[in-house]
């Protein structure tokens, strides 16, 4: 993307607040939280609704029945029924993979105007029965008589109705997001006061962000169907502590340091942004928040590599596409799945060993990780991460600070289940 000219941008964009699972959004299906970020991103740029051809839409938790979430979502939205959509599931990478793919299709003349984003309904996700129940209930449904009916349901047994809670782990592995972190952690050697004292500053820092007015630029409120307006991101902890931290029992072994306290809680948010070419946003008089310079998604052997260092591996292809070095950029961004993840990637992309036998780099990506450009205004720790949505989110994190900065080029990254890890280089444009 970095080689045309006429760059694809990012006009405008919008998130919902985040908020804790099972909560303030407990009764609002993911396709009516997507509709909101959607209609607003539409609305913040004040284009012509009908002059927007697709949408791209991440979820990860999707509807057991099947549904279009994204398709869904643009009905919930208000925004034109004419707007073609597609749900896209790259795990925590959905929505920076939607943004990437709208982008693609306008870059090769496929569309000239896409929405992009993606949603998460933690909340909403129902419990599912064993394979035998199905089984049972399938081949009831086939016996025609009574007789046959009553039959088959000598078969029956109540175990069978004992649900399967929704969980998160690797069928590859058997190992949970959680489990793989805590072992990332025991292999790039990250204490848990380290993990603590991030976990802390993440906090301190998106809070200071509310405080200031950052995220009024880009979140916006939402209605729930019981009255209440919620306009803030809920689980953020201006007031904790390494004391209050370290306190919390390790969450997936007892001899881990992965706690409830320093990763990302289970949560429920939508995020959307339009893109365009900069030279149709110039003709339209839009306003524009930045373009996308490149993008690079890697994968890793899971069975031989740790599960959520996917991003060490994209960092460097991103860089060389953007025709940057690390030290051009102004602004880092990366999604903190848990602490220890992020620790480990930056001591990996810092690390000369890892760089040259992992990456076949004569040096390190860096030497040093410039802390106060890292997460400037904390991440999916405080924030919460809905999985479809917070690659959106980081995208507009990433732009509006650089326009408070008034500087130019950020890097966001984002691991994902799989053994993946997506990178944008993006650049704020006057």
């Known amino acids: 993307m970095s080689n045309t000219q006429d760059r694809i941008v990012i006009v405008s964009g919008a998130r919902t607040p985040f908020v804790r699972a099972r909560t303030v959004f407990q009764k609002m299906p993911a396709s009516a939280l997507g509709g909101v970020a959607l209609r607003e991103a539409a609305a913040r740029s004040d284009i012509d609704p009908k002059l927007i051809e697709e949408c791209y839409f991440g979820i990860v938790s999707a509807p057991a029945e ?3 979430v994204a398709r869904e979502a643009i009905f919930d939205s208000g925004l034109p029924s004419t707007i073609a959509a597609t749900t896209v599931n ?42 035998a129940a199905t089984d049972f209930f399938q081949d009831l449904a086939k016996a025609k008589t009574p007789a046959d009916q009553l039959k088959h349901f000598s078969k029956f047994s109540p175990k069978m109705l004992m649900p399967l809670a929704p969980g998160i782990k690797e069928p590859t592995t ?10 990332m952690a025991r292999e790039f050697r990250i204490s848990r006061e380290e993990q603590d004292q991030f976990a802390v500053e993440s906090h301190h820092k998106a809070h200071a962000a509310w405080e200031r007015g950052f995220y009024k630029s880009h979140v916006v409120a939402v209605s729930t169907p019981d009255g209440k307006i919620i306009d803030r991101d809920t689980d953020i902890r201006g007031d904790t502590s390494v004391e209050k931290l370290s306190k919390l029992r390790p969450v997936f072994y007892k001899d881990g340091t992965i706690t409830a306290g320093n ?12 893109l365009m070419r900069e030279s149709q946003a110039r003709a339209l008089k839009l306003p524009i928040l930045g373009a996308i310079r490149s993008v690079s998604t890697k994968a890793v052997d899971i069975k ?22 690390w030290k051009d950029l102004d602004i880092v961004e990366v999604h903190e799945a848990f602490a220890a993840q992020v620790l480990a990637t930056v001591k990996a992309i810092e690390s000369p060993e890892f760089c040259k036998e ?5 040096r390190p990506i860096t030497e040093r990780v410039d802390r106060a450009t890292l997460n400037v205004n904390g991440g999916s720790i405080p924030l919460g991460h809905p999985f479809g949505a917070t690659g959106v989110r980081v995208i ?11 500087k130019n080029l950020g890097l966001i990254s984002v691991c994902a289940a799989g053994g993946l890890g997506s990178v944008m280089v993006v650049e704020a444009i006057d």
């Open 263 to 274: 990763a990302s809680p289970l949560t429920d948010g939508a995020s959307a942004c339009l």
């Open 90 to 131: 790259r795990y925590c990478a959905s929505a920076l993979e939607a943004a990437a793919g709208i982008a693609a299709k306008i870059q090769a003349g496929q569309i000239d105007i896409g929405l992009a984003g993606g949603v998460e309904s933690i909340s909403t996700v129902r419990a599912i029965f064993s394979q």
């Open 304 to 325: 031989k590599e740790p599960l959520l260092i996917g991003p060490a591996y994209a960092i460097p292809h991103a860089l060389k596409k953007a025709g940057i070095q």
């Open 396 to 406: 507009l994190q990433t732009l509006h600070e650089l326009r408070a900065r008034k």
């Open 358 to 362: 992992k990456l076949g780099l004569d």
């Open 66 to 68: 099947g549904t279009n």
């Open 174 to 183: 058997g190992l949970t997001m959680g489990q793989s972190g805590d072992l």
